[in-house]
């Protein structure tokens, strides 16, 4: 059985960095992309990262290109996604979610099979 068990979640000033990590087990992930979404209080869950598992070609939402970072180790079975230059409207609980697929450029919600609990980021002002 798929888990994806997210970390790194807390409270940093506007400017700051955060590096959010999901621990995928339960079966192999070669064939998969793995996505980071977030969800923001009254606002619907957004795609903000995708990394695909094998090849490693990423794809990113317009708002956070430059700032973030979405990366794996195999060794480690783990996602990453690196936040720089964080803003207030960066605010929401971030999921990691997994979607067996080699296309990496899908961010809607509906194509992720396997879905973390989700880490809270706050950015303040």
């Known amino acids: 059985q798929v888990q994806l068990v997210e970390s790194g979640g807390g409270l940093v000033q506007a400017g700051g960095s955060l590096r959010l990590s999901c621990a995928a087990s339960g079966r192999a992930f070669s064939d998969y992309v793995m996505g980071w979404f977030r969800h923001a209080p009254g606002k619907e869950r957004d795609f903000v990262a995708a990394i695909q598992w094998s090849g490693g070609f990423t794809y990113y939402r317009e708002s956070v290109k430059g700032r973030f970072t979405i990366s794996r180790d195999k060794a480690k079975n783990t996602v990453y996604l690196q936040m720089d230059s964080l803003k207030p409207e960066d605010t929401a609980v971030y999921y990691c979610?997994?979607?067996?697929?080699?296309?990496?450029?899908?961010?809607?919600?509906?194509?992720?099979?396997?879905w973390g609990q989700g880490t809270q980021v706050t950015v303040s002002s």
């Open positions: 979610a997994a979607d067996r697929t080699l296309v990496v450029d899908q961010p809607s919600i509906y194509e992720y099979d396997y």
